[in-house]
C-alpha cells in the first residue's frame, strides 16, 4: 500500500497542492517564529524653521561687517575682545615683568600678541562664515523643497503656504460671520509676483452667502498687506475656509 | 498580519497626498457684520429732520432685530465698518422719493440700490422693503420686514381682529363686530385671512380678503369650527370641527366644502398645523391621556407622537424651512415656548420668563412672534428663532393675542 502511494506520480494539480502546503508550512514557521524582516518607516528628520526670521547678517554670530560699518566706530570705545576660540591653540601669555622693566621691553610682544589675536579671530570669523553659510545652502534648499520653489532664504517666506495661511487666518477672524453650522469654502487664490492678489476663484461655496462674502473679504483684507512670494515668482494655492473647531460634512 | 500592515503602510502616504490637496484656513465665529447707518440726506432742496430721523431709526430697529449685524448710527464710514447703508429722500407735495443703497466697505462695491416713490404714509413702508433688499443682499434671503401682523385685541371690550406692522405701528382694523372673533390666519398670499367668530352665535370659520372687505362664511357646521390653518398651496383648510360629536381635524376647500376627515379618535384632537411642502400635519391630541404633539401625512395617516417631554404641549407650527416646529408647553402656572426639530430631537427651550404662548415663525423663519404675559397684560412680542433679543411690540397696553405673521403683503 505504501509503496503504491510513494511510487505514484500524483499529476499537475497535485503537485500544485503539495507545492501549496509546503509553502503554506514554510509561512506560518516563519510567521511564528517572527522571521519576517521588521518595518522600519524611513523618517526623515523634520526640521521646523521659521525663514522669515533667520538670521542672515548678523555681526555678533560671526558674519563680517558691512566696510562702511567698519569705518564708523567710535573712537572712544575699545576694540571688542576677540571671541575664545577654543579649538585653537592658544599662545601662552608672557609672564609678569616687573614695571621697570617692561616700560621698554614688552611693547614688542604686546603688538605682536594683539595681531596674533587679531588673525585668529579673522580665521574664527571666516570659519564661523563657511559654516553658517553651509548651514544656510542647507535649509535654503530644504525651504525650497517644501515650501516654494526658487527660494533664496533671506526673504519674506521661503515658506509662503504658511506665510499666507497665517495672513488669511489673521484677516477671517476680523471678518468672521456664518448663519449656518458647518461652512466651508474651498477658493484658488493666486498670488502676482508683486504680492497682490491676482486672483480669487471659488472652487465650491458654501451655500451660505454671508460666509461666502465673509471669506471674500478676508481675502481682500489680506491682500492688502501681502509680501511677494519668493523668487519673484507667482503663487497659486487651494485653501479651505472654515469655522474654528467645526468639522465640515 | 504583518503583511496586511505593511500594505496599509505603503497606502498611508497616497491617501495622505490626496487630502492634502488645499490648506486649512480658520477662525472663531465670534463676530457680526459691522453695519453703520449713514444719516438719511434730503436729495435736493430743504431738508425734513423728522423723515430722516424717522428713517434712521427704522433701519436701526430692523437691521439690529436681524441678526447678523451690529448697527451702528454714530461712527463715521471708514472707521472699521463692513457695509454702509446710504439713504437720501426727496419729499415734493404728496409724494416721497427714497433712495438708498448699501454699500462693501472691504470689497468696494454696491451691494444693492434701490429707489421707492409712494405718498407720506408709505414711508416706512419703504424703509421696511429696503431692509428686506439688504436681508437678501446680504444673506440670500429676503426678510420679512414689509409683512403683516394679525393679532387678536380686546382694545375694544371685546375680542377683534386686528393687523400692522411687524413693528407693532400702523395697526388697523379688520373686524368690528362687537363680538369674539379667534385665531386669525393668514392666506400664503398675505391677501386673506381666515378666523373665527362668534358674531351669529356659533363659533364658525370666515374667510375675508382683507383688501376689498368681502368676507365669506366657509364653515358653519353643528359645534365649534375653529383653529383654520391655510395649506401652503393656498387651496386647502385644516380645521377643527365637533359636528360629529368630538373634536377632529378635517379638511375643507377654500370655499368651505368639506375634502375629507384627517382624524378618527375619541380623544380631542385639535391645533392642526401644515408642514412648509404640504405633506404633514403637526396637531395636538389627548389621545394617550395629556395632550402632547403628534405628526400625521397630510391625508391622515403615518401617525406619530412628537413630544415626549412636559405633560402639556400645544398649539405647534413649522417653521417655513421645515426644520422646527415651535409650540407652548405648560410649566408651573404658565406656559413657555419650545421649539424642536420634525423628528423629535432637540427639544430646546426659547422663553422663561412670564406665560408665553401661540408662537408662529415669520414668513422667513428668522423670528418667532408670540404673546407674553410678562409685562402684565398678555402682549405680543417677537424672538429671533433661537431665543435672543426678546422685544415687545405691542402697539398698546390692552390686552393682544394671537399673533400670526403674512408673507408679502
Redesign the interface.
Known sequence: MKRELTGRYPGPGGMFFFSLVCHLVIFIVIAKWQFFPEFHQDETPVTYVDMVTLPVEEPQSGSPAPEAEKTVAAPAVAPPAPPPVMSQPVKPAPAPKTPAAAQGKVEKPATDDREFNERLAKLARLAEDKRQAEVLEKLRKKGAQTGTPRGKGNEAGSDYPSYLQSRLKDALKEVMVSQIKSPQVIATITVAPDGRIAEYRVEKGSGDPLFDDAVHRAVTLAGKSLVPPPGGAQFKRMFRFRPEGVVPK | M??I??LM?LLVPQLGLAAE?????????????KLFIAPTTPLSGQGAPEVAQELSELFGFDLGLA??FEVTTAAPPGAGA?LVLKSAYAVQGDSVTLECRLV?Q??NRELTAKRYTGGPKELRRMGHAFSDEVLRA???EKGPFTGKIAYVTRISGNKEIFIMDYDGRNPQRVTNNGSINLKPDFAPSGKEIIYTSYKKGNPDLYRRELFTGVEARISSRNGLNAMGAFAPDGGKIALVMTKDGNSEIYLINKEGKELARLTNSHAIDVSPAWSPDGSRIAFVSDRLGKPQLFLMDAEGGNLRRLTTNGAYNVTPRWSPKGDRIVYARQEGGGFQIYAINPDGSQDTQLTSTGSNEHPRFSPDGRFIVFSSTRDGAEAIYLMRADGSTQTRISPNKVQNSHPTWSGNW
Not at chain 2, 490637496?21 to 457684520?33: C, E, M, N, Q
Open positions: 504583518r503583511i500592515l505593511f503602510l490637496g488645499y490648506i486649512d484656513v480658520t477662525a472663531p465665529v465670534t463676530r457680526k457684520l441678526g447678523p463692513d462693501d472691504v470689497l446680504v444673506t440670500g
